[in-house]
């Protein structure tokens, strides 16, 4: 059974800040990993996808990375608009996406 | 190009009523996907729609959850009779081929609180 789990729970992050959160995985066969942006009361918003070992991907402030084991999302110099939930997650033989339990960013001033 | 629409965006109802979710893809996407995501929780598989046909239902918790996509394009799900542990945010994604590299997107969900 394919299994996310997030790291750290929470983060709280003054503006400017740099940091990153990690995303570890067990999987069968890896097809690929999600990462997606949650911003309260509303659906996860989709950020990256990377496909095998050595990718990266950026956007804007954001940066993912993906080894064998785990993926990290570095967040540079953060702003307090990138405040929210960040998950990963991975998918199965059949398309279905296991979730992590997500990591609450909270960037102050 | 609109998004994935989840109708209602709250519902609170009693223990043993029914509930019916709706969840509207993005047009012309094939893949229709429910998830849950229940207080403290991960998000959660619960079933898998290619055009009106499921694909894999194998996250569906109880014969209390009853999903349907007639003709392919909107789904519902139905809960029925309702229990407190039915009580989360139910999400609904779609893509359009499929395949576990393809992404899904997301509609805001459903936020059933059952009593």
């Known amino acids: 059974e394919d299994q996310v789990t997030q790291s750290p729970e929470a983060l709280r992050l003054q503006e400017g800040e740099s940091s990153s959160l990690n995303c570890s995985y067990t999987?069968?066969?890896?097809?690929?990993l999600f990462w997606y942006r949650q911003d309260p009361g509303k659906g996860p918003e989709f950020l990256f996808t990377?496909?095998?070992a050595g990718e990266e991907k950026e956007k804007e402030r954001l940066k993912a990375t993906l080894t064998k084991k785990e993926s990290f999302l570095h967040i540079t110099a953060p702003k307090p608009e990138d405040s929210a939930t960040y998950l990963c997650?991975?998918?199965?033989?059949?398309?279905?996406?296991?979730f992590g339990t997500g990591t609450r960013l909270q960037v102050t001033l | 190009e609109a998004g994935v629409t989840q109708f209602p965006s709250h519902s609170v109802i009693e223990k043993g009523q029914t509930v019916t979710l709706r969840c509207d893809p993005i047009?012309?996407?094939?893949?229709l996907y429910w998830y849950r995501r229940v207080m403290g929780k991960e998000i959660k598989f619960l079933l898998h729609?290619?055009?009106?046909?499921?694909?894999?239902e194998s996250g569906m918790p109880n014969n209390r959850f009853l999903a349907e996509r007639t003709g392919g394009t909107y789904s519902t799900l139905k809960v029925q009779p309702a229990e407190l542990e039915d009580s989360g945010v139910y999400f609904c994604?779609?893509?359009?081929?499929?395949?576990?590299?393809?992404?899904?997107?997301f509609g805001p969900g459903t936020r059933l609180l059952v009593l």
């Open positions: 999987v069968s066969g890896l097809r690929g």
């Open positions: 047009s012309g996407h094939d893949n």
């Open positions: 990377l496909y095998s």
């Open positions: 997650a991975v998918p199965g033989t059949a398309s279905k996406l296991t």
């Open positions: 729609f290619v055009k009106e046909s499921k694909q894999d």
């Open positions: 994604a779609s893509s359009p081929t499929g395949g576990g590299r393809e992404t899904q997107y």
